[in-house]
């Protein structure tokens, strides 16, 4: 008499290679993430403090038109012309160098993000207001 054997199929699943996989994925993705320099503006948020809040008179308004024109006070300018009178403003008020940049809805964010850049690199504070 000939005798088969059954064979049936394991049903068990072995956790040890997808604990293994997981860990190597939980390392990979913590060693990148610190590597990782978002380059973003950093930006003054509002506080609570009892500063003194400079009066209209002292603040430089540069408005950007919505070709990319640059206006200082009202007066058209060049971007070096920004760039000069930036520097002036950063050297006569020192950290108290403020500026109010005004945009048009259909400007550009590469003109704005300019004008930023040279506040940035001036250390001027910028209030940021969107023309209406």
């Known amino acids: ?11 068990e ?6 604990t293994d996989i997981i ?9 990148t993430s610190s590597l ?10 509002p506080s609570s ?15 950007v038109g919505s070709t990319g024109r640059l206006y200082v ?7 070096a012309g920004l ?4 520097a002036s403003l950063a050297k006569k008020k020192g ?3 403020n500026i109010v940049l005004e945009w048009n809805k259909k400007t550009g964010v590469e003109h704005v993000v300019t004008v930023m850049d040279l506040a940035l690199k001036y250390h001027v504070n910028t209030i940021l207001a969107a023309e209406k």
């Open 36 to 45: 990782i320099n978002p380059n973003a503006i950093n930006l003054k948020l």
């Open 23 to 31: 860990f190597l994925l939980l390392i990979f993705f913590m060693l």
């Open 95 to 97: 950290k108290n160098a």
């Open 1 to 11: 008499m000939g005798l088969k054997k059954k064979s049936k199929v394991s049903a």
């Open 13 to 18: 699943f072995n956790m040890s290679s997808l």
């Open 83 to 86: 760039d000069k009178a930036m």
């Open 49 to 63: 403090s009892k500063v003194s809040t400079p009066s209209r008179s002292k603040i430089t308004k540069i408005r």
């Open 73 to 79: 006070d009202g007066q058209k300018v060049s971007k």
